[in-house]
C-alpha cells in the first residue's frame, strides 16, 4: 500500500492551508481566528470588495459555481471549507476524487442546501420537524392544507436564507402562483412556536465533539436581529436535550467543522427549522462570549485539532445585528460612519463592534456589536441601543448622549 500523501503545509509558516469558499463576513471573521492561530486562510470571492478579501492576504476571484476556480483553490491548501452553501455538490465530489479534503464533506453539506433532503433525513432518523409534504401540484398543498389548516409555509428547497425564498399563504391561488414560478416546493404547516433557538455544535474528523449552550434568536421581518446567550428561561432538561439533539445530528451526518442547528420552540417541544454547516450568525456572540469563538472552533474541528473550551465569559451576552439604514430610493441623512463609529466607542466603551467593510443597503447586515453583563434586561439594552445608532444615528432616550455609560458588570 502506497504511504499516506502529507497534508499540504504553507511553507511560510509550517503550518496548514485552510482554504474556505466564500468572502463574506464569515469569512472575514474566520480570517481573523486564523491569524491567532498562525494559520493561512485562503478565501474564494467573487468581487475583491467583498468583506474577506478587504483583510485577506490570500485572495482568489471567481464563482464559487465554477469548478476550474474550485480547484484553483484548492491546489495546495489542507482543507477546503465554506462561509455559504451555495456550490455544486458534483463539483464538491470531482474535488474529493481528485484528493482534496473537504470539511463538511458533499454528502452532509447537501442536508443545509435541500430543504427536501433534510425533511426526508429527519424523518427517517425520527427526529422532531414540522409537518409537510413535497409539493409539485396546487392539490398538493390543498390537501395538506386540510389536514393542517391554512395558512401553510411553502419554502424554496434551495436558495433561501434571511426570510428569501420563505412564504406564508393562505389559500390555493397563492400557491398556485409559487409554484408556476419554482416548480417544486417544501410545504410545511405553520408552527404555533414560542420563539426561536439555535444550538451549535463543532465536530472533528476523529468524532470529537463540543457544544456551546442554547441561544434564542429574535428574528425581524426574517433577518436574524439579536441572539440571546444562554437562551433566557430555557428548563435545564430542555436545553440539555437540544444540544444532545444537535450532536445526534452531526454524527448520523459526519459532519466536520460547524453545526448550527435553527429550531422552533413549542409549547410541546422543540422542531428542527434549517440546518447550516458553517459559522452562522447565531454563534457571534461566542467572540467575546465565550472562551472558544465559533470561528477559531471551525478552524480546529475542520484540521482535526483538539477542540476548544465553549465555557461562556458571563453570565449574560446578547448580541445585535446592526442592519441597513436607508430605505430604497432614500439618501443617506444620518451621521457619517467614522463620526458613529466615535460616538458609540465614546458611549458603550464595553459593548464589542463587528464591523464588516459592506456597503450600506436596506436591511444589510452591516455589522454586530456584542455586550456581557449579569442583567439579561441592562445587557439587551445597551446592545440594541448601540446596533441602532450604528444603523441609523438615532439615540434611545435612556442612551441619549450626556448620560453615563452603562456599566458592564465585568
Wanted: hydrophobic share 50%; glycine share 10%; with cysteine.
Amino acid at each position: 500500500m502506497a504511504p499516506a500523501m502529507a497534508a499540504p503545509i504553507d511553507p511560510r509558516t509550517g503550518l496548514p492551508v485552510v482554504a474556505m469558499v466564500g468572502g463574506g463576513q464569515l469569512s472575514r471573521m474566520t480570517h481573523q481566528a486564523a491569524v491567532a492561530l498562525g494559520q493561512s486562510l485562503r478565501v474564494l470571492a467573487i468581487d475583491p470588495a467583498e468583506s474577506a478579501a478587504l483583510v485577506a492576504a490570500d485572495v482568489q476571484l471567481g464563482d464559487p459555481r465554477d469548478l476550474a476556480a474550485l480547484r484553483r483553490l484548492a491546489d495546495g491548501a489542507t482543507v477546503l471549507t465554506f462561509d455559504h452553501e451555495h456550490v455544486p455538490a458534483e463539483h464538491l465530489h470531482a474535488l474529493e476524487a481528485a484528493g482534496t479534503r473537504v470539511a463538511p464533506g458533499p454528502d452532509a453539506l447537501v442536508h443545509a442546501q435541500d430543504k427536501l433532503v433534510l425533511r426526508r433525513f429527519l424523518a427517517a432518523a425520527g427526529e422532531p420537524q414540522p409537518a409537510w409534504v413535497e409539493a409539485r401540484t396546487v392539490h398538493d398543498v390543498t390537501v395538506f392544507a386540510e389536514e393542517v389548516g391554512w395558512p401553510v409555509v411553502l419554502k424554496t428547497p434551495r436558495g433561501g436564507y434571511d426570510g428569501k425564498g420563505v412564504f406564508v399563504v393562505h389559500g390555493p391561488d397563492a400557491a398556485a402562483d409559487l409554484l408556476e414560478q419554482h416548480r417544486v416546493l417544501l410545504v410545511e404547516e405553520r408552527v404555533a412556536m414560542v420563539r426561536e433557538l439555535s444550538a451549535q455544535v463543532a465536530r472533528s474528523p476523529f468524532g470529537q465533539v463540543a457544544v456551546w449552550p442554547v441561544v434564542e434568536t429574535v428574528q425581524r421581518d426574517g433577518v436574524c436581529a439579536e441572539v440571546l446567550a444562554p437562551a433566557p428561561g430555557l428548563a435545564a432538561d430542555r436545553a440539555t436535550a437540544v444540544q444532545e439533539l444537535a450532536v445526534r445530528i452531526a454524527d448520523r451526518l459526519g459532519v466536520v467543522g460547524m453545526l448550527a442547528v435553527e429550531l422552533f420552540e413549542t409549547a410541546d417541544g422543540v422542531l428542527v427549522n434549517e440546518l447550516a454547516m458553517r459559522p452562522h450568525n447565531s454563534g457571534h456572540w461566542t467572540i467575546e462570549g465565550a472562551r472558544t469563538s465559533q470561528f477559531e472552533q471551525h478552524l480546529r474541528a475542520v484540521l482535526d485539532y483538539p477542540l476548544g473550551d465553549t465555557a461562556m465569559t458571563a453570565p449574560v451576552v446578547v448580541m445585535a445585528n446592526v442592519l441597513g439604514g436607508a430605505a430604497a430610493g432614500e439618501s443617506w441623512s444620518g451621521p457619517p460612519l467614522d463620526e458613529r463609529i466615535h460616538h458609540f466607542m465614546a458611549h458603550w466603551p464595553g459593548v464589542k463592534l463587528h464591523w464588516y467593510g459592506k456597503g450600506q443597503r436596506p436591511g444589510r447586515k452591516l455589522g454586530h456589536v456584542t455586550a456581557l453583563g449579569t442583567d439579561l434586561g441592562e445587557v439587551r439594552a445597551r446592545a440594541v441601543a448601540a446596533a441602532r445608532y450604528l444603523a441609523d444615528g438615532v439615540v434611545e432616550e435612556a442612551f441619549a448622549f450626556g448620560h453615563d455609560a452603562v456599566d458592564d458588570g465585568h
